[in-house]
């Protein structure tokens, strides 16, 4: 079972939005509605932001939002800022034997 | 608020076995929750190790299935991992977690495991 592809790095100014896709295939991402997205600050552990594709747990900002078509998931950060400049990563729940699959990761850059 | 805390040696020998602990607080280990394992080399991406439910049913990644046994400790509030016949490429901060929905919701701080003679 192959990661999840993301891009490796996506940068914006503050007040931007920006998008990190998250591609898979019909076994994981396309099959089923358990994509989630992690945000990791540097030594730190990581915090859920988004699961089951678009839904925000408590307390997660409205800035961030996803959402997925066919086999790729996608993260929208709108009104870029200071404190989102982070790693980020996807998962889904895969057919396959690997159960969960996690993204490549992609560090996103505030200008 | 569920909190999760790992313990267990910084430091592994090649060869050895690798052995943490998660103790669960604010909330007990029979919930309805999965408990997991997952790593993270060193400046690198995150892996999913395994997860096991309060009655026992564990489910591991097949990449690492023949070296990794996780438990789970009901009376104490905890589970386990031990990763068997370990090499440097085992060397990664290792979190547990928790969560439903295919999500985890909860991780612990991570602690650093380095293998080496």
């Known amino acids: 079972q192959s990661a999840l592809t993301q891009p490796a790095s996506v940068s914006g100014s503050p007040g931007q939005s920006i998008t990190i896709s998250c591609t898979g295939t019909s076994s994981d991402v396309g099959g089923y509605n358990y994509v989630s997205w992690y945000q990791q600050h540097p030594g730190k552990a990581p915090k859920l932001m988004i699961y089951?594709?678009?839904n925000r747990p408590s307390g997660v900002s409205n800035r961030f939002s996803g959402s997925k078509s066919g086999n790729t998931a996608s993260l929208t950060i709108s009104g870029l800022q200071a404190e989102d400049e982070a790693d980020y990563y996807c998962s889904s729940y895969t057919s396959s034997s690997t159960h969960y699959v996690f993204g490549t990761g992609t560090k996103v850059t505030v200008l | 608020q569920v909190q999760l805390q790992e313990s267990g040696p910084g430091l592994v020998k090649p060869s050895g076995t690798l052995s943490l602990t998660c103790a669960v607080s604010?909330?007990?280990?029979?919930?309805?929750?999965?408990w997991s394992w997952i790593r993270q080399p060193p400046g690198k991406g995150l892996e999913w190790i395994g997860e096991i439910y309060h009655s026992g049913s564990t489910n591991y990644n097949p990449s690492l299935k023949s070296r990794v046994t996780i438990s789970v400790d009901k009376s104490k509030n905890q589970f386990s991992l031990k990763l068997s016949s370990v090499t440097a490429a085992d060397t990664a901060v290792y979190y547990c977690a928790s969560g439903y929905s295919s999500s985890w919701w909860y991780w612990g701080q991570g602690t650093l495991v380095t293998v080496s003679s």
């Open positions: 089951d594709v678009s």
């Open positions: 604010g909330g007990s280990i029979s919930s309805s929750n999965w």
